[in-house]
Nanobody
Framework: QVRLVESGGGLVQAGGSLRLSCVFS????????VGWFRQAPGKEREGVLC????????TYVDSVKGRFTISRDNARNTVYLQMNSLKPEDRAVYYC???????????????????WGQGAQVTVFS
């Protein structure tokens, strides 16, 4: 069974950057599509970005396009979320999630993913 552990959250001023890491253990990252989700206070969890097994990426939230980037280092079994030009509205708990699907599969629906990290709090102040 795969286990995901996130790190890198914190408090940052608007316009700043953070990088979240999601380390896989128990299984190799090579066979998983990985999504980053976020849940703001009082809101539903939403899919932000996804990277397929094949390396293709999809951004589901228009407001993060050009600011957030997902990447993976299979040798380190780690997925990253680089967040630049952060805004107060980016404040949320961010989760990484893994889905067992081959090829170009990605999704923004949390129900499509099998395993989840514990979440990392990101707070942006103006």
């Amino acid at each position: 069974q795969v286990r995901l552990v996130e790190s890198g959250g914190g408090l940052v001023q608007a316009g700043g950057s953070l990088r979240l890491s999601c380390v896989f253990s128990g299984q190799t990252l090579d066979y998983y599509a990985v999504g980053w989700f976020r849940q703001a206070p009082g809101k539903e969890r939403e899919g932000v970005l996804c990277m397929s097994v094949g390396g293709g990426t999809t951004t589901y939230v228009d407001s993060v396009k050009g600011r957030f980037t997902i990447s993976r280092d299979n040798a380190r079994n780690t997925v990253y979320l680089q967040m630049n030009s952060l805004k107060p509205e980016d404040r949320a708990v961010y989760y990484c999630a893994a889905g067992t699907a081959a090829g170009t599969w990605c999704a923004s629906d949390a129900d499509e993913f099998d395993s989840w990290g514990q979440g990392a709090q990101v707070t942006v102040f103006s």
